[in-house]
């Protein structure tokens, strides 16, 4: 009987053990910066696309459990629910809350500003306003291809805005994508480091509207890098 306790004991002892594990490594998601935010930790602002601008979240568009998904990978993922903005104006708000972690002594290779479509080309023009070389932006399908609505507003940003980009970039988009692809004219016009990751598993624009493995991995791995 003894014996069986002491199994038992010991049982419960390594589940309260891993269990303490898993959470330590597990990240958050906030919909704004914390106020004081922890310096070790590393940073995703993550945006959405227009989809959920004009009809919500839904099971097609499934933001919350993207943003889960990324907080699942040890990072603090900060993100919430739009409605209908202008680019410039929302890229106001998440440079002065990338600043306010900056001004709270997290290093700028520990924060990242990223999104999908719409939410991607804010972060292009987050870039622009930062001035911070070190920060990080992930571009998920985002700079919109000939004849498509998305390539009015980029081409516009090339000729106006992308020179005063700064930062490092992972861009992304799947090869199926009839809508967005490559930024490489911004960003060469801008002189930064970039890396283009052109995904082959299907779903096309589309592919970012849920919290595909492949996709989110890749983001996460650029997130956490130094």
């Not at 993207?66 to 040890?74: G, H, N, R, T």
């Amino acid at each position: 009987m003894r014996l069986w306790v002491l199994r038992l004991g010991l049982a419960v002892w390594i589940c309260i053990k891993l269990a303490l594990g898993q959470s330590a490594m597990a990240g958050e998601v906030l919909n704004t910066p914390p106020s004081s935010p922890d310096p070790t930790k590393t940073y995703l602002f993550y945006m959405h696309g227009r989809y959920i601008e004009k009809r919500g979240p839904d099971a097609d568009y499934r933001y919350a459990s993207i943003l889960e998904a990324l907080a699942k990978k040890d990072l603090i993922v900060i993100g919430e629910v739009r409605g209908d903005t202008a680019f410039g104006k929302y890229a106001a708000k998440i440079v002065s809350q990338a600043r306010s972690l900056l001004e709270a002594g997290v290093p700028v290779s520990n924060i990242t500003v990223a999104g999908h479509s719409k939410g991607g080309f804010i972060s292009l023009i987050v870039s622009t306003r930062l001035g911070e070389s070190s920060i990080k932006y992930g571009v998920m399908a985002a700079c919109g291809v000939e004849g498509t609505g998305f390539r009015r507003p980029y081409q516009r940003f090339i000729r106006k805005d992308a020179h005063r980009a700064k930062g490092r970039f992972l861009v992304a988009w799947e090869q199926g994508d009839t809508e967005a692809g490559k930024c490489d004219a911004a960003l060469d016009k801008a002189g930064v480091e970039y890396h283009n990751e052109v995904l082959t598993v299907g779903g096309g624009h589309r592919l970012f509207y849920e919290p595909e493995p492949t996709w989110i991995k890749l983001l996460a791995d650029f997130a956490l890098s130094k």
